[in-house]
């Protein structure tokens, strides 16, 4: 191996909207707190589709080349002064947020809602912190957390969504034998399935309007039945008429689960304006309404029918303190088949194709893409 291999790795950096080239970059060594890990598995999200597409997720543009990726795992290469909990050739999961541990928010150990959170793969900071699209990367120790041996790479990249959901389902109070609807069969969709159930929902119910994702769902046990909305191109219409609309199509729905009173617990995992407003109509009397898809960034929301009826309507943001719950429930085996959640897998030299693959959302043989990951 020649000095340059041994100094450099390669890097997967997005230059702009579909710019991604693989870069040979030094390879530094960690710092005081920080642990170098060598990436094995990489899991492709929304966020960094919208990056790779747009060249920005909502408000936060790309300002500088940035690297993607923060769904990770990977193994410990080397550790630097003051760590005492990591040694070399441990297996880890990448937590990607790096709190200041400083103000009242880490106090409090709500360390999601921090205002000097830096998280990597994101623009909001400048400058900005390069996330798990590369060979190695270097990060605080404290974020970083061991994997148990019945816990694969890929399954503990999963574990960043999956801790979205758990900090979600902390958030609205999910326990054993209440009924759950959920919004969207994505990845996130079908996580907020899988933890429901693993949690002892009595009744777990999916709505999309992609019926193949929802016969996967269904197929693979993620939900107990589904139902597939209605695809509609009406222009633009009034206010009424759009709360008209989105109450008939949740009524349906609720017909066909047999629930018409509604569910204890709606996790809303779209970001769809329309999908929020049924969120709301779906909710049983007193129940709530979980925000997890961030998309439409100003709603439109039928306010009077969730006061009238003490539907709560709550927000949920990333996650804190949740790595340790989604490590364990992972390698527990309660969640059956949530490694097919992984459809697709490429090289860090393909990641281009990947974010294409993605974007399509079915690949070159007409099959559905839900997760792609990326292995080194």
């Not at 009034?238 to 109450?247: C, G, H, N, V, Y």
Request: net charge neutral.
């Amino acid at each position: 191996m020649s000095p340059t291999q041994i100094h450099t790795q390669r890097a997967a950096v997005l230059c702009g909207p579909k710019d991604l080239r693989v870069e040979e970059r030094p390879i530094w060594p960690p710092r005081y707190n920080h642990a170098q890990v060598a990436v094995r598995a990489t899991g492709l999200c929304g966020s960094d589709l919208h990056y790779y597409l747009e060249g920005r997720n909502g408000d936060f543009a790309l300002q500088a080349p940035l690297v993607l990726g923060h769904e990770a795992a990977g193994v410990i290469v080397s550790v630097g002064p003051g760590v005492t909990n990591l040694v070399p050739s441990q297996r880890v999961a990448i937590e990607a947020g790096v709190m200041c541990q400083n103000c009242n928010y880490c106090d409090s150990g709500r360390y999601n809602l921090c205002k000097g959170m830096r998280f990597a793969s994101s623009a909001k900071t400048f400058p900005h912190l390069d996330g798990t699209l590369q060979d190695r990367m270097n990060h605080p120790a404290y974020v970083l957390h061991p994997l148990p041996d019945s816990c694969s790479f890929e399954e503990a990249a999963l574990a960043e969504p999956l801790s979205v959901l758990i900090h979600a389902s902390r958030r609205a109070g999910l326990r054993s034998g209440q009924r759950i609807l959920v919004f969207g069969a994505g990845t996130i969709g079908i996580l907020a399935c899988a933890l429901a159930k693993s949690r002892g929902a009595s009744q777990v119910m999916a709505i999309d309007i992609n019926q193949q994702r929802l016969d996967f769902a269904k197929d693979n046990g993620f939900a107990h039945q589904v139902h597939c909305l209605p695809i509609t191109h009406q222009p633009k219409t009034t206010t009424e008429e759009q709360l008209r609309i989105a109450r008939e199509n949740v009524s349906q729905a609720l017909a066909n689960f047999q629930v018409p009173d509604g569910f204890d617990i709606v996790f809303e995992c779209t970001g769809v304006e329309s999908c929020i407003q049924m969120s709301i109509y779906g909710a049983v009397t007193g129940g709530k309404v979980m925000l997890v898809g961030m998309g439409t960034r100003n709603v439109m929301l039928p306010l009077s029918a969730a006061a009238l009826r003490e539907v709560d309507i709550q927000g949920s943001f990333r996650y804190a303190n949740t790595y340790a719950d989604a490590i364990s429930l992972l390698a527990s085996g309660k969640l059956p088949n949530i490694g097919k959640l992984v459809t697709h897998r490429v090289g860090l030299e393909d990641t281009a194709r990947a974010f294409e693959l993605l974007a399509r959302g079915k690949d070159e043989d007409g099959n559905m893409v839900l997760k792609v990951m990326i292995n080194s």
